[in-house]
């Protein structure tokens, strides 16, 4: 990659704002969604379904053979 490509690369938007600015924006937009009643807040009982889920995935993935690299 040659220096043009790499300023071409650089952050922008809000890749390139402070941590805590985006950290803020989000905050803002959490606080709307559930003001809208938009959000949605998991029930303890999907949270359990979504977390087996999830570990039952890994493990398939973990035991699945790997796969073959194109040469």
Do not use: C, V, W, Y
């Not at 938007?13 to 959490?30: K, N, V």
């Amino acid at each position: 990659m040659n220096d043009q490509e790499e300023r071409t690369r650089a952050r922008r938007g809000f890749a390139r704002m402070d941590p805590e600015r985006q950290r803020e924006i989000a905050r803002q937009g959490g606080r709307a969604a559930h003001r809208l009643g938009l959000a949605h807040e998991f029930t303890p009982e999907e949270a359990r379904d979504a977390r087996a889920k999830s570990l039952a995935a890994r493990a398939a993935a973990s035991a699945a053979p790997p796969e073959p690299q194109p040469e």
